[in-house]
T-cell receptor, first 113, second 114 residues
Framework: QQQVKQSPQSLIVQKGGISIINCAYE??????FPWYQQFPGKGPALLIA?????SEKKEGRFTISFNKSAKQFSLHIMDSQPGDSATYFC????????????FGKGTRLSVIA | EAQVTQNPRYLITVTGKKLTVTCSQN?????MSWYRQDPGLGLRQIYY???????DKGDVPEGYKVSRKEKRNFPLILESPSPNQTSLYFC?????????????FGAGSRLTVL
């Protein structure tokens, strides 16, 4: 089974701090790496995604860093806010969207004031 | 509003009593999928469907059945539920071959099997 390993399982960050969540994958054929955000009582929703031809993608306070040689990618949340408190899932897939996403096990982020 | 709708949202049942969780999407998506979410285990795929009448097993299909008779609907069937199927279930859909694997998830169905 293709795996995506995510860490840490839980994370507590002070308001204004940087939240960092890491993921590692095995299959070098993966070519799409999204992050999903899930608030309590809701389904996951796409937050940001990257393809392996770039090393970084930034959308507002959220940045994905991608290291192809190390087979790792990470989510950085700058100036973390209490409203960012949620569970974050990294994922990976291969092909042009015709194969299932493989999800990491999730990271529960709590941003405290 | 484009959405994936699941019902019921909450259900308590007893071992062996057949149940169906419905899923419907209004986005004309070809691909639909069921996941279960358990603490410490993340999202695990149960079944998926690339199109009408085409279904495939995911990572944890045991104890579940699905059908895809219409493009918009993808029900999850538990023929004889057991306590280890107590979980939070999500249905998701996306347009096939869009070049980006963007799933739209439903709000979830919390199932308790006693």
């Amino acid at each position: 089974q293709q795996q995506v390993k995510q860490s840490p399982q839980s994370l507590i960050v002070q308001k204004g701090g940087i939240s960092i969540i890491n993921c590692a994958y095995e299959n070098t054929a993966f070519d799409y790496f999204p992050w999903y955000q899930q608030f309590p009582g809701k389904g996951p929703a796409l937050l940001i995604a990257i393809r392996p031809d770039v090393s970084e993608k930034k959308e507002g306070r959220f940045t994905i860093s991608f290291n192809k040689s190390a087979k790792q990618f990470s989510l950085h949340i700058m100036d973390s806010q209490p409203g960012d408190s949620a569970t974050y899932f990294c994922a990976a897939s291969l092909g042009a969207g015709n194969t299932p996403l493989v999800f990491g096990k999730g990271t529960r982020l709590s941003v405290i004031a | 509003e484009a959405q994936v709708t699941q019902n019921p949202r909450y259900l308590i049942t007893v071992t062996g009593k057949k149940l169906t969780v419905t899923c419907s999407q209004n986005m004309n998506h070809e691909y639909m999928s069921w996941y279960r979410q358990d603490p410490g285990l993340g999202l695990r795929q149960i079944y998926y469907s690339m199109n009408v009448e085409v279904t495939d097993k995911g990572d944890v299909p045991e104890g579940y059945k699905v059908s895809r008779k219409e493009k918009r609907n993808f029900p999850l069937i538990l023929e004889s539920p057991s306590p280890n199927q107590t979980s939070l279930y999500f249905c998701a859909s996306r347009k096939r071959g869009s070049g980006a694997n963007v799933l739209t998830f439903g709000a979830g169905s919390r199932l308790t099997v006693l």
